[in-house]
């Protein structure tokens, strides 16, 4: 492809998302469709968050069930996308001389399925995952997408899959419970920072104070967006494709850097 990819981060919320028809799936078929069909895709999930950095290897990875409890409808799910070993060898090169594990054991966890199953349906878009290193100060993974943006003008689409906020002890399934308001004032602020192009403030957010480390109180979750800032290019526009919050304490954002086409 000889234009410049955008880079985006999806808040994936519920596992129940992966076979739901909802705004948020919508929004993520919608954005799907815009972008059309990249030279693949290098992910990064909350759900593969381990003590060092790893890539996948495998020529049809396998579709991991990462989660307890659901309807065996979800359990059934396939996601058959192949592997990208030219992938692989060009994210090990960028991110050269640091140590990175090529794993041939994981798959594609549901961070990363149950959203690309709605915006590549076909699952014929090559898919390649980044384990998150949980040893690593947030700058770390910052600093690990700005190595990685190139791959954006490679054809390569750059998915991170978190949440903004993400606090499951606290969240309510009661379909009338309002969000907590520290989870509209964080996800409010993130959005913020990003329209004043102060996206370096997100990045030590435990600093941000306690509705921070209320929305984020373990870092896996929040994450996956550094990687997806630190590939922001100048002059990338931001935009969000996705806005809400769901059983209260799960942001649905998602955020969008880099325009389409």
Not at 243 to 257: N, V, W
Request: charged share 20%; net charge negative.
């Amino acid at each position: 492809m000889s234009t410049t990819l955008p880079a985006i981060f999806f808040g994936h919320g519920n596992p129940m998302n992966a076979i739901g028809d909802n705004a948020y799936t919508r929004a993520w078929a919608q954005f799907g469709r815009a972008v059309g069909k990249p030279r693949a895709v290098l992910s990064i999930s909350a759900h593969w968050y381990v003590p060092e950095v790893g890539v996948t290897v495998g020529t049809a990875p396998r579709t991991i069930h990462d989660f307890g409890g659901f309807p065996r409808e979800l359990y059934a799910i396939e996601y058959p996308a192949p592997g990208d070993a030219a992938l692989v060898e060009r994210t090990i090169g960028l991110l050269a001389p640091l140590a990175v594990r090529r794993d041939d054991r994981w798959g594609l966890d549901h961070g990363t399925w149950s959203v690309l199953r709605h915006v590549f349906p076909q699952a014929d878009v090559p898919v390649v995952q980044l384990a998150i290193d949980r040893r690593r100060p947030p700058r770390f993974h910052f600093e690990i997408g700005q190595r990685l943006a190139p791959l954006r003008e490679e054809g390569v689409l750059i998915v991170g899959s978190g949440n903004v906020v993400h606090n499951l002890p606290l969240m309510d399934f009661a379909a009338d419970a309002p969000p907590y308001d520290w989870a509209l004032r964080f996800d409010a602020r993130v959005r913020d920072a990003l329209c004043d192009g102060r996206a370096r403030d997100l990045i030590d957010y435990p600093a941000l104070g306690s509705d921070a480390l209320l929305a984020a109180p373990t870092p896996d979750h929040y994450l996956p967006l550094l990687y997806v800032l630190g590939a922001a290019q100048s002059g990338d526009a931001v935009s969000f494709p996705v806005e809400g919050l769901a059983h209260r304490a799960i942001s649905m954002r998602a955020i969008q850097i880099g325009a389409i086409g």
